[in-house]
């Protein structure tokens, strides 16, 4: 089967390399990925080690159409992808978002309500130079279909099964969406204020507090606006995900390092707003929200 990874990131490079054992994979990335890909393969390190055979491209027009398509672009850039793959959408039989952020679900619903599938990963993975990535996240995956057809979306999830990852389907896209969500906003400001690990909030008593604050005034934001969370205590799951992604660098830490944009305002930003437009205070959200602002040197 064709698949193309659109805007592959660390991730979407995990992601590629591994159903490249099975399937023609097409990765569109940044022109020097591109060219390091291209001479040397795609390099894996940490929880699989290897060199994986999958073209790449810098220029979408390049690429044949594909019969699946991973969305794994930032999600400031959400929309603009959404555009750029719209012709190639319409052929394709699946397009997956594998994204961070809260704002996706809601661009995918207005461009693609019967064709997309949601995913929620806590999955970790580091660009540690062109062509070469850290996989040292372990973590599984949640497959939703925006229609609620089961059928794309157990596809989805045996895709994945396929190629070694852990997933699984689930008809409650926004309660997983947002429990994903609520992870990234529990770990990420602090991991790159801190610019730490994310296992090593598990070892500051003030810090995990902080990040517990973050993760139960996100919950609250939630259940106010009618998202059906899944169930168990969130803040144990931050914790899990803390533990099984301990030696990896949040994105937004990566981001950050790089001189990159973070995705703070889809993620804390979104809460915040959310929680402005129901009259509810976010105090901790807040603070993050503008101190990861800070370091970007974007004001308010
Ligand atoms: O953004 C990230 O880095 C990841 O979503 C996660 C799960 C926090 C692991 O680092």
């Not at 390091?36 to 390099?43: D, F, M, P, Q, V």
């Not at 794309?152 to 994945?160: N, Q, V």
Request: glycine share 10%; hydrophobic share 45%.
């Amino acid at each position: 089967m064709r698949i193309l990874i659109f805007g592959a990131g660390a991730l979407g490079s995990v992601v590629g390399a591994l159903l490249s054992k099975r399937h023609e994979v097409h990765l569109v990335v940044r022109p020097g990925n591109a060219l390091a890909i291209k001479e040397s393969g795609l390099r894996i390190e940490g929880l699989v080690d290897g060199t994986f055979a999958v073209e790449t491209h810098v220029d979408l027009e390049d690429v044949p159409q594909p019969e699946i398509i991973f969305v794994t672009v930032k999600a400031y850039d959400t929309e603009a992808a959404l555009e750029a793959l719209a012709r190639m959408a319409r052929k394709a039989r699946l397009v997956i978002s594998l994204q961070n952020g809260l704002t996706n679900l809601d661009q995918f619903r207005k461009a693609l309500p019967d064709k997309a599938v949601m995913g929620a990963t806590s999955m970790g993975a580091t660009l540690i130079g062109p062509g070469r990535v850290l996989y040292a996240g372990k973590g599984d995956t949640v497959f939703g279909h925006l229609a609620h057809n089961s059928e794309l979306s157990k596809e989805a999830a045996d895709l994945f099964d396929q190629a070694g990852f852990v997933a699984r389907s689930d008809a409650n896209v926004e309660g997983e969406l947002w429990m994903k969500g609520i992870i990234n906003a529990s770990i990420n400001p602090l991991t790159a204020i801190l610019k730490w690990q994310n296992g090593e909030i598990l070892s500051s008593e003030g810090v995990l507090g902080i990040s517990q604050l973050a993760c139960s005034e996100a919950a609250a934001v939630a259940q106010a606006i009618g998202v059906r969370l899944p169930a168990g205590d969130p803040f144990a799951k931050v914790r899990e995900v803390m533990r099984a992604t301990a030696l990896n660098r949040s994105s937004m830490l990566q981001d950050l390092e790089r001189g990159k944009r973070t995705e703070i305002d889809e993620i804390t930003g979104e809460i915040v707003r959310r929680a402005g437009e129901r009259g509810i205070s976010v105090p901790v959200n807040r603070n993050l929200w503008m101190l990861v602002r800070g370091l970007e040197r974007r004001g308010d």
